[in-house]
């Protein structure tokens, strides 16, 4: 039930670097038997666009500590560059801390190369892969690479690409040139890993495939990497998954500066599609599959409905199909429904939101600091029960109010009430309760008799699990390419935080009446959608059970959900009248369908030409080591997060806490931005020329932070 983070979106993991000895205290054991020089780790014919699958593997090497202080020197030193290899022989091991490794040989059938598969489940560890590349010439080629996490690559021991970045492995998440020599070519490989899962992916990249690429970094606004890519003649009329070209990707993504490039290219400036044949392409990938969960997608302009559609199976086993009648636990867009609760009863005089939460429950520890606005927006500081490490051991049991209201007062406050704002699950709990309290009548039953008769949302009600709705959704768990069924939460755990149940047209029903001011009056509906502020009097990103952003000049007032088995994203454009609403049962979402990204990708195709444009981003190198070292430092950006710059050889890194370390590149003017994710960091310096703080910008907005001591 927890929205993602609204600054770093990118899933990743944290990736804990290790103390590696350095080359020179590497000591060499006896030779192996076995196989001789490469084995079968070689390439004959390199081949575009395929997958290299057959390795040598070194590893795992665990070596020590974890700690931040040490993770640059674990991705800076390397035991080796290259390998001496004598066709003739066999490799020769080497000793680390007392103990022999030696290379084995390692033929994947995947095109990820699975090493915890192969060498076990291990944190803190690294490894090296080896392999030969045959080229019938010199030349260039275009290289594709993924990594789970820091990767470094050596061509005959020449140092051509390195990423130090927790993250999963995405095919081609890195693209780089490297020159071949005719003959034969070796490949090193060195994979850092933190946490869970570990392996990397590698493959010249063929016509087809830089195409595809050209598509995604014309959308991201990656211009270095365009006219990289640009060097090796894609094809631009070629269109990716929702039948878009590169030309049309980068215009309705407001880069401007790439689409004019690239009809400098010969890029044609076509038509654009409907919506709706944009829509069934991008679902394509649900059509025939039967062993799949499925997505529900409904998009809403000037109150009609301009496209709605299910795709996919509501339950696998009996073969029953998703349509949008399909009722789907919504999990914490539940939120804006108890919000609006609190809200009715206060236009009623029952309640106000500046009150006490001790007026409610009289014992509740610290109940005469937090207020039922603190409460609505976050800022109790009370933990999230949901965040407590035994929490899915019992969600599939129901519990009782009491049970569960000691639980979260069994719970330390996390900060002091008002102080920022920390998603918690606890406190729209407790907003359902109170609501059941003061109105008399069970949360379920009063959201019923208040809106969801009223209102015709025949499909939704608050999800009890001794008599389930019909034609319901079932949750899976999607995980290499399987759907397993995943728990099935007893609703009662999720209480005013989670536990509606809907369909998308029944959400397109209630986004409609409450913008249109059918549920709450307007000096109501002005506080849910104000941001509200922290007591130091910075302003959020959330007012009364609504996220309200800004992205490309346009407001958008949304929120998501997730639960084992379920993830959901509503969101509204209130200039443009435009609702879209898409429901999942899959957690994680089948393949890349996950209904925040579906959603913001028909959001931005819908309102593209109403939207501001979006930087387009250069490397620029000019900067030396010692002049990036002046933007060194911690930054606050409040709500307890603080942005960490640290300098890494020659690359500016740039880590918020519990996210992983990313690169940021300069851009001139002190400037720089982020590849992973659309946002900008402007530096800002003093006479002196010493930096005191910095901007950022994301989504839309700015934030100003200062440089900590």
Known sequence: MKELNHFFVKATVICLLLILCPIQNVTIAQKVTGFKGYGSATCPALKDDIFIKNWLILGPIGIGSSQDSVMKKAFNEDFFISVAVDKRKSIEPFTFAGKQYTWRNYTCGNDIIKLNEFLGDTNNVLCYALSEINATEDKKVLIGLGSDDGVKVWINGKEVHKNNTGRAVVADDDIFEVSLNKGSNQVLIKIQNGKYDYGFSFRPLGKDVISDQMIENAGSGDFDNVKMLMNYSPDLKKVNNRGLTAWQVATISGRNEI???????????????????????????????????????????????????????????????????????????????????????????????????????????????????????????????????????????????????????????????????????????????????????????????????????????????????????????????????????????????????????????????????????????????????????????????????????????????????????LVRQPDEKLTVAVLTNSTPAYESFDPGNVGQALVEYTLWKKMASQSTYFADTSLSAEQLKAFEGKYDYGQGMVLTVTLNNKNLMAQLIGQPAFEIFYMGNNEFYWKVVEARIKFILNEQGIVTGAIHYQGGQQLNVSKLP
């Open 259 to 569: 689409a004019r490039y690239l009809e400098e290219k010969g890029a044609e400036k076509t038509s654009f599609p409907l919506l709706s044949d944009l829509a069934d392409k991008t679902m394509a990938a649900y059509n025939g599959k039967d062993s799949v969960p499925g997505i529900a997608v409904l998009v809403a302009k000037d109150g009609r409905i301009i496209y709605q559609k299910g795709f996919g199976n509501a339950n696998i086993e009996r073969k029953l199909k998703v349509n949008t009648d399909t009722k789907f636990r919504i999990g914490s867009i539940t939120k804006q429904f108890t919000a609006a609760a609190i809200l009715r009863l206060q236009e009623q005089g029952k309640i106000n939101i500046a009150d006490k939460l001790s007026t409610y429950i009289p014992d509740f520890p610290r109940g005469n600091e937090v207020t039922i606005q603190h409460l609505l927006t976050h800022t109790s500081g009370m933990h999230s029960y949901t965040d407590r490490s035994d929490f899915g051991d019992k969600i599939t049991l129901p519990v009782d109010d009491s049970v569960l209201l000691k639980l979260i007062e069994s719970e330390p406050f996390d900060f002091n009430p008002g102080d920022k704002f920390s998603y918690c699950n606890s406190g729209y709990y407790i907003l359902g309760y109170i609501v059941s309290k003061i109105s008399g009548k069970p949360y379920g039953e009063y959201l019923s008799d208040e809106f969801f008769k009223p209102l015709g949302m025949k499909n939704s009600g608050v999800y009890n699990n001794a008599k389930r709705p019909e034609n319901e959704a079932v949750g899976y768990r999607y995980e290499n390419g399987k759907a397993f069924k995943a728990n099935d939460w007893d609703m009662t755990w999720a209480g005013g935080a989670g536990a509606i149940y809907s369909t998308v047209e029944d959400l397109f029903i209630w986004n409609e009446a409450i913008f249109n001011g059918k549920v709450l009056n307007q000096n109501s509906m002005k506080m849910a959608f104000t941001p509200a502020k922290s007591n130091s009097g910075q302003e959020l990103s959330y007012g009364f059970g609504w996220f309200i952003n800004d992205y490309r000049g346009l407001k958008f007032i949304s929120h998501s959900g997730g639960l084992d088995g379920f993830l959901s994203y």
